[in-house]
């Protein structure tokens, strides 16, 4: 989608425009003030909140400012870059982000520009432009994807609203699937801290609706009033505490702060809310500039929310889908309509990602879901439903158990031959390391071939073939020698760009092999050469850090991870496995996003050490799951999760029948399918 920049700044009394294009185009600043004086946009600002909170439309005169100041605004290259990018974007929407910094500019209704000639030809209501206010963030950005409906929390401190009007409006929706509905936290539920123990315990909503006043601190902090407390005093919180606390509950899965302003918010405190909320993790804000009546904004979010959610070209997009609702509230509301404004802190105003979305009603989906956690963990039930890395080895993953015992029992039977009476006791890895001291790197080699050879099928795992149906594009991780995991995925997403990063075959000086395989092609091609950039919300990538056979059709032995001393040097040459110009996007995607372990033991230093590694020794990402066999006993070291483990209770231990697991998994996808 093309877009175009306009950053407005202020020094001392003179105001200046200056604006760039995603072509490239960049315009001379030049000085608003020379035509628009810094009282009349005061005013004008007034002019228009006035308006709006009694839903007036703007007066003649007010309209009069509204055309000079846009003149104003888009005069000089600023007005031919738009030009041309409007023509340049066709039938599709321009965005059009305004770039404000200082406190005193973001009151300022620049939305309710009107272009002359025009009575309603407003910025904020064309149905060519999405206008929207950027935030400065250095957080990253990118859609995330949203499988079922959309999860939506209504938190409504003041008495007398509970999001009854919103669910009403919204049930069509609800009962299609289209929209989650959560249980809303209101009065004396949401005080604290009760309003914050709730928060960490409900399932991640992906859009909070806050209904309440909205305040400054002495400090010009800005504040959210929160339910009075016993004695009748009123509590309020600061915004940052606020989203602090979102930040760490529900960041994962938050893609929307919508911050509706009753009557008695203090005008412009929740359009410095929305920055703070935005800075902290929302990838887009609603807020309202100005108090508006709820006879006007209960409306506009019920609209919003059907544009969003079931708005066919509209729906994913919380700008278009204001700009929808602000055409409605022009006619019933006059300037109400420019109230709501969209604070964006990526580069698009699409943060849901529905392609691929499959709707449950309501009454299956209950149905699936009380079925699916009366057997299943919710921490790992939520995890299954978000974007998450999967990170596999042997043991409760299988992998070929034939052939493992096959290479064991002849490593045994050799070291036996040799003197060595303690085979039995060791771990695979000790076990090749000591055959390998006796005979060589090249027999033991020779001995893991003759025992893994892969015949003309490989039999997939039960529990990775469930987890590889639903696992979502990304980055995942393999320690596995046979590519249980990419034929898995290729089973389930043939449709999908598949990537393949692995070490270099024997002898060959190669640090790596990279190949891929697009939906296409039909087959796997060995790149020498990799793209820049990867869309890592419709790719797969699967690193295999421990090599082994490559998935091709031919397979070709890469490289083995065996011995102790293979696990060592691997652990030491991680960083140069992965191809210099996608690390950074790799190793950030896996950190961003919840691990799901299979197979994984807090017993073994290597899967110890691989995921310090993995998660840049810090916490992992929170909502990161380890699934245990019934029988295991490690759940207690997890929770306990001391020095050598990435973060104390970041790692939640599942124990369940994994053959069962699956049958869950894949019941559910099919109920869902159909």
């Known amino acids: 989608m093309l877009w175009v920049e306009i950053e407005i700044e202020r020094a001392r009394e003179e105001i200046t425009v200056s604006a760039r294009g995603s072509r490239g185009e960049r315009a001379s600043p030049h000085a608003l003030t020379r035509r628009f004086a810094v009282a009349r946009i005061r005013s004008f600002a007034q002019t228009v909140g006035r308006a709006a909170a009694a839903g007036e439309p703007l007066s003649p005169r007010a309209l009069s400012d509204a055309h000079a100041l846009y003149d104003a605004v888009f005069s000089h290259d600023t007005r031919d870059i738009l030009v041309r990018a409007l023509e340049a974007s066709g039938d599709a929407p321009l965005q059009l982000r305004f770039v404000i910094r200082e406190p005193r500019l973001q009151v300022v ?15 904020a209501t064309s149905p060519r432009l999405l206008t929207t206010r950027a935030i400065t963030s250095t957080r990253p950005w990118q859609p995330r994807e949203v499988r079922r409906g959309v999860r939506l929390l209504v938190i409504a401190p003041i008495g007398g609203y509970g999001g009854s009007h919103l669910r009403h409006v919204l049930d069509p929706a609800i009962q299609r699937g289209a929209v989650e509905w959560t249980e809303p936290i209101t009065e004396e539920a949401a005080r604290l801290p009760g309003l914050f123990e709730h928060l960490r315990r409900i399932r991640c909503p992906h859009v909070l609706h806050f209904v309440g006043h909205g305040g400054m601190s002495r400090e010009r902090r800005p504040m959210l009033r929160l339910a009075d407390a016993d004695d009748g005093d009123e509590t309020w919180i600061e915004v940052d505490a606020f989203a602090q606390e979102l930040e760490a509950s529900l960041s994962r899965e938050l893609r929307l702060v919508f911050l509706e302003a009753c009557s008695g918010a203090r005008p412009g405190s929740l359009a410095s809310a929305a920055e703070v909320f935005a800075r902290r993790g929302a990838d887009t804000v609603v807020a309202y500039m100005w108090p508006v009546r709820t006879e006007f904004t209960r409306p506009a979010a019920s ?93 409760a993953a299988g992998e070929d158990l034939d052939g493992l015992q096959r290479f064991r029992s002849s ?60 696992l979502r594009p990304g980055v995942h991780v393999t320690l596995l020698w046979l590519p249980v995991l990419e034929h898995a995925l290729l089973r389930h997403h043939a449709d999908r760009t598949i990537y393949v990063v692995q070490t270099g075959y024997p002898n060959s000086g190669e640090k790596r092999v990279v190949l891929v395989r697009a939906p296409t092609d039909g087959g796997w091609d060995e790149l020498e050469d990799v793209p820049e950039h990867l869309d890592l919300a419709r790719d797969y990538v699967v690193l295999r850090l421990y090599g082994g056979y490559s998935p091709e059709e031919n397979p070709i032995l890469t490289t083995p991870r065996i011995t102790e001393d293979d696990f060592i040097q691997g652990l030491m040459e991680l960083g140069e496995l992965l191809p210099p110009d996608w690390e950074s996007q790799l190793m950030g995607w896996l950190r961003m996003h919840p691990a799901l372990c299979l197979g994984i033991s807090v017993l073994e230093w290597r899967h110890r050490m691989l995921l310090q590694w993995l998660f840049d020794y810090r916490a992992a990402p929170e909502g990161s799951v380890v699934l245990l066999g019934p029988e295991e006993r490690e759940a207690e070291l997890w929770r306990r999760q001391g020095a050598s483990l990435p973060g104390r209770g970041k790692i939640r231990a599942v124990r369940c029948n994994l053959n069962h697991l699956a049958n869950r998994i894949r019941a559910m996808s099919l109920s869902a399918a159909s």
């Open 109 to 123: 209704p620049w939305e309710a520009l009107c272009e002359p000639g025009t009575s309603a030809g407003f910025l």
């Open 303 to 395: 609209a919003f929310y059907r544009a969003l959610t079931d708005g066919g070209q509209l729906k994913g997009d919380v700008a278009a889908s204001m700009q929808a609702t602000r055409r409605a509230l022009l006619v019933q509301a006059g300037a109400a309509a420019f109230a709501p404004a969209v604070f964006v802190r990526g580069i698009s105003s699409a943060p849901f990602d529905f392609e691929g979305r499959k709707l449950v009603p309501l009454s299956r989906a209950q149905s699936l879901s009380s079925t699916l956690a009366a057997d299943v963990d919710p921490a790992l039930e939520q995890l299954l439903d978000t974007s998450h890395g999967l990170v596999l080895d042997r043991g």
């Open 411 to 470: 490593l045994e039977r050799a070291l036996r031959a040799a003197g060595e009476s303690e085979g039995e006791t060791l771990a695979l890895g000790t076990l090749t390391q000591r055959y390998a001291l006796y005979a060589g790197q090249g027999r033991l080699n020779r001995m893991f071939q003759k025992s893994l050879a892969l015949g003309e099928s490989l039999s997939i795992p039960p529990i990775v073939d469930a987890l590889g149906a639903t």
